[in-house]
T-cell receptor
Framework: EAGVTQSPTHLIKTRGQQATLRCSPI?????VYWYQQALGLGLQFLLWYDEGEERNRGNFPPRFSGRQFPNYSSELNVNALELEDSALYLC??????????????FGEGSRLTVL | KNQVEQSPQSLIILEGKNCTLQ??????????LRWYKQDTGRGPVSLTI?????NTKSNGRYTATLDADTKQSSLHITASQLSDSASYIC???????????????FGKGTKLSVKP
């Protein structure tokens, strides 16, 4: 069974551009999470989608946005890129439901570099 | 406020030695606690899960403990290997969602380096 897949693996952009990152959850998982991990730092929660709805978002500016598609895949968009947006962006999925406390399965991440 | 604190921030040990990583939490209502291992530049992978009624759980050379009264957990690594070099992240699930992290509260991790 395929795990969580993310694309692209690496992405290089310049300041002011937009970046789009994609995530396909494990088959059957309806909940998708996005995290930002700057170099050497811990995971910072970005967004949580469940059954197509945004359930919660972290303390990030509105230029970080996303969506979840009917097939439960998800997309993270970062507009007006800034240098400090350079980070590893991790997607994770698990079985859905607002009260679900099941295991998160992570993808390998997308490394975004902003020059 | 729901928080997870891990210590130490970083740790260097010699191959073959044991070590213990700590996780203190103030998450309520508590559902479960997981330890994840994250190799550099890779996604985290779950090592163990601890629920309220469990005190100890082992996964090979990894043994996790949970004291729900003091809200502390530890991860003990026995006979360390070079491949154990990674960040170890403690993640606590709350029974309700909300706040800045949803219902999953991540610690900042402990960076373990195992030297030959």
């Amino acid at each position: 069974e395929a795990g969580v897949t993310q694309s692209p693996t690496h992405l290089i952009k310049t300041r002011g551009q937009q970046a789009t990152l994609r995530c396909s959850p494990i088959s059957g998982h309806t909940s998708v999470y996005w995290y930002q991990q700057a170099l050497g730092l811990g995971l910072q929660f970005l967004l949580w989608y469940d059954e197509g709805e945004e359930r919660n978002r972290g303390n990030f500016p509105p230029r970080f946005s996303g969506r979840q598609f009917p097939n439960y895949s998800s997309e993270l968009n970062v507009n007006a890129l800034e240098l400090e947006d350079s980070a590893l962006y991790l997607c994770a999925s698990r079985w859905g439901g607002l009260a679900n406390t099941g295991e998160l399965f992570f993808g390998e991440g997308s490394r975004l570099t902003v020059l | 406020k729901n928080q997870v604190e891990q210590s130490p921030q970083s740790l260097i040990i010699l191959e073959g030695k044991n070590c213990t990583l700590q996780c203190n939490y103030t998450v309520s209502p508590f559902s479960n606690l997981r330890w994840y291992k994250q190799d550099t530049g890779r996604g985290p992978v779950s090592l163990t899960i601890m629920t309220f009624s469990e005190n100890t759980k082992s996964n090979g050379r990894y043994t996790a403990t949970l004291d729900a009264d003091t809200k502390q957990s530890s991860l003990h690594i026995t006979a360390s290997q070079l491949s154990d070099s990674a960040s170890y992240i403690c993640v606590v699930s709350a029974k309700s969602y909300g706040g800045s992290q949803g219902n999953l509260i991540f610690g900042k991790g402990t960076k373990l380096s195992v030297k030959p």
